[in-house]
């Protein structure tokens, strides 16, 4: 609240102070608008205006909600300081318009503090909209636009030429009696805005073209739904242009059956490929996937593990979680890393467990590894997993079954008991045949 302007405010009558002219530089040329300050009640606007305002023609109009971020440190986690550059660039080009710049109406309407809130929540906590409102207590889109109404009744405009995606807007000057045009004004998604602008559209009313992680998750995962088994991966180029979309069966080597099968043709577009999986990808395949340009890889699951994380960033590689509303209908367990021995990564889901080998002489490892695997000790622990698949090729692995019961209060269907095992029978291996460990 500013007090020196107390005393002539009502919710209707506001403050005004100005017009003061401007010039304001919008590319490489100066142009000279108008500026006027309004306040009702302490909601605070400034409205630039370029060029003579009549009831007759469209007036360009941007209606834009403060951001701190984007429009003062040009922040390229969101769209907003691309929006208004863009707005005042098309007002320049019809020598015509109005910006009206919603001074309080930072993070939708909460305030700057509150915007660095929920960037600290999402950031640290990973929460999504819905969530980061509710634990703000607050509507996820808190503005409205009477004022926004009332300071264009005050220039008499009628018609407005409005530059924006947001169907709320539109809908209220509409019921106001405002004659509409509409024109989008959509910032090119990239690696940093991207998450933001999705969110947006997946949330909020807001129209914009491209499909979100979601749309592009929602499509592979009803093809596995319900067969775990089944692996889809999908590779889209920059953000539209799909190069791979591949469905494999009953192999756990996706990465090498897939990435070997694309040409460089179509992997033209570098280092900018977006990568969707219906499951999580092992950490070995993270450098077949950087090896084809995958900056990102999207996957339908709200919790990722650390070990996933940490591999990726190695190959510079973003890990997406896009839980949210792309849940699968029937459970579905993942590999989850269990011990890295470097050449040997031990992954276990449910009561299997499966050994890769990677690196040079995997195969002669596994085979080695195999043999000695029908002398292990079992007496310590009562029984041991039985071997019930093979894989030869590229990174081989073989899979293990726990059997059923349990020894020495630990179950046998426990991470705990792959972890026992792998201690008194393959890591006692391992020493006893050091050239494993080459
Ligand atoms: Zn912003």
């Given amino acids: 609240m500013i007090n020196s302007i107390n005393s002539i405010e009502t919710q209707r009558v506001p403050a005004i102070r100005g017009p003061i002219k401007l010039p304001l530089k919008i590319g490489n040329s100066t142009h000279n608008f108008e500026l006027k300050y309004f306040e009702y009640s302490g909601e605070r606007y400034a409205v630039a205006c370029l060029g003579e305002v009549s009831q007759d023609e469209y007036i360009p109009l941007r209606i834009e909600s403060a951001c701190l971020f984007g429009h003062v440190f040009n922040s390229d986690k969101c769209d907003c300081g691309f929006q208004l550059k863009e707005a005042l660039k098309r007002i320049a080009e019809h020598k015509k318009g109005m910006v009206i710049y919603a001074i309080d109406q930072d993070a939708r309407g909460l305030g700057i503090e509150s915007h660095f809130r929920i960037y600290v929540m999402r950031q640290h906590e990973n929460l999504d909209t819905d969530e980061l409102y509710n634990r703000l207590g607050s509507p996820v889109d808190a503005r409205n636009y ?16 409005l530059m924006s995606n947001n169907r709320h807007r539109r809908e209220f000057l509409t019921e106001k009696g405002f004659q509409l045009e509409i024109e989008p004004i959509e910032a090119p998604l990239n690696f940093n805005n991207m998450a933001t602008l999705m969110l947006e559209k997946e949330d ?34 920059g953000t539209e242009e799909v190069i791979l979309h591949s469905k494999v069966l009953e192999t756990w080597n996706l990465a090498s059956e897939v990435t070997k099968n694309l040409t460089n043709n179509d992997l033209k577009s570098n280092d900018s490929n977006i990568i969707y999986l219906t499951d999580f990808p092992r950490i070995d395949e993270l450098e077949s996937y950087s090896a084809i340009g995958a900056k990102m890889i999207v996957l339908p699951f709200s919790e990722i593990p650390s ?45 299997k ?9 995997s195969n002669q490892n596994m085979n080695y590894l195999m043999e000695g695997y029908k002398n292990l000790n079992t007496i310590l622990l009562g029984s041991s997993p039985e071997i ?6 590229d990174c081989p692995w073989f899979e293990l079954q726990q059997p059923i019961g349990k020894a020495n209060g630990i179950s046998y269907n426990s991470p705990d008991f792959v972890l026992e095992f792998l201690k008194y029978n393959l890591e006692e291996y391992f020493v006893l045949c050091p050239k494993l460990n080459k």
């Fill in 204 to 237: 909020l009313p807001y129209d914009f073209h491209f499909k979100t992680h979601s749309d592009w998750l929602k499509s592979i995962q009803e093809e596995v739904d319900g067969d775990l088994n089944a692996t889809v991966i999908q590779i889209i180029s």
């Fill in 307 to 351: 070990w996933l994380y940490n591999e990726a960033e190695k190959h510079k590689i973003i890990i997406q979680d896009w839980g949210r509303k792309n849940k699968y209908v029937i459970e579905r367990p993942q590999w989850n890393l269990l011990k890295d021995y470097q050449f040997m990564h031990v992954y276990v889901r449910g009561d």
């Fill in 353 to 361: 467990t499966r050994c890769v080998f990677v690196g040079e002489n």
């Fill in 146 to 161: 009477e004022h926004v109404a009332d300071i264009l009744q005050s220039y008499n405009i009628k018609k407005i030429l």
């Fill in 388 to 393: 019930t698949h093979i894989f030869e090729g």
